[in-house]
């Protein structure tokens, strides 16, 4: 009995402990189900954001209502008018306006997730007549049933740390096509030219020849890579 009475004791209060953590904010999460939706807000009739699988991280902000209000995946669907931002490529831009919203989808009849500031730089995944799909920016969040989400720890930093370096796609490397068209020209014009005559033996002439055209090749293709070399420069600088 006296067993049965300590080990109840023990239970009750790991129980407890593990209850307190949890209403302790922030906190990290895991996923204790497959499937599980990320919604817009906290009941199942809002948005969809993007599902994740067991054993996946959240990080948990708040509690509401049997729900959990947390930092928005880097798979969850977020939005923004292209009214409000600058650019030239499709791949990113820059804010141009105050208090824009991100939304759940490409319409202003979706749900707000947060909102963001002139001059706040964006990564643009998709374009959507007039809107862009957009990496969740760090102040959008959505909302989890507390039921599918369990402690796991108080390790903030760690998983801030492994959600902003991975899963985000690596800017492709743009080649400045009049430059490369102007390259091509250099090495077709580079073989074109006529060779040096020599009153020479018929061997020794086929030898110049081969080690001319060898010379113009190997220069030719020098020019384009050093082309190319600064063509990715610009695409570094550009992007830092």
């Known amino acids: 009995m006296r067993l049965f009475l300590i080990a109840l004791s023990f239970i009750i209060f790991f129980n407890s402990n593990l209850q307190a953590q949890e209403d302790l904010f922030p906190f990290v999460g895991q996923i204790s189900s497959n499937s599980v939706n990320i919604r817009a807000g906290l009941n199942k009739n809002f948005e969809q ?9 959240v990080l948990v902000v708040e509690k509401s209502y049997g729900w959990y209000k947390i930092k928005l995946p880097l798979v969850a669907k977020s939005y923004i008018s292209n009214e409000f931002v600058l650019t030239n490529n499709n791949i990113d831009g820059e804010v141009v306006s105050e208090r824009v ?9 979706h749900t707000v997730l947060g909102q963001i500031n002139s001059g706040y730089r964006i990564q643009i995944l998709e374009v959507i007549g007039d809107w862009y799909r957009i990496k969740p920016i760090d102040e959008s969040f959505g909302w989890v049933s507390e039921e599918l989400v369990s402690f796991k720890s108080r390790d903030i930093e760690s998983f801030q ?16 096509e009049v430059a490369v068209k102007a390259a091509k020209s250099t090495l077709e014009d580079k073989i074109k030219e006529p060779l040096v005559e020599e009153t020479k033996t018929e061997d020794h002439v086929d030898q110049v020849r081969k080690k001319s055209e060898e010379v113009k090749k190997s220069e030719a293709v020098a020019v384009v890579e050093s082309i190319v070399v600064e063509a990715q420069k610009d695409v570094i600088l550009e992007g830092k």
Request: proline share 12%; charged share 20%; net charge negative.
């Open 161 to 176: 740390w492994k959600h902003l370096v991975q899963d985000v796609p690596p800017r492709p490397v743009q080649i400045d």
């Open 101 to 109: 919203n991100v939304r759940a989808g490409p319409g202003i009849n």
């Open 49 to 57: 954001l993007c599902q994740l699988s067991q054993g996946e991280e």
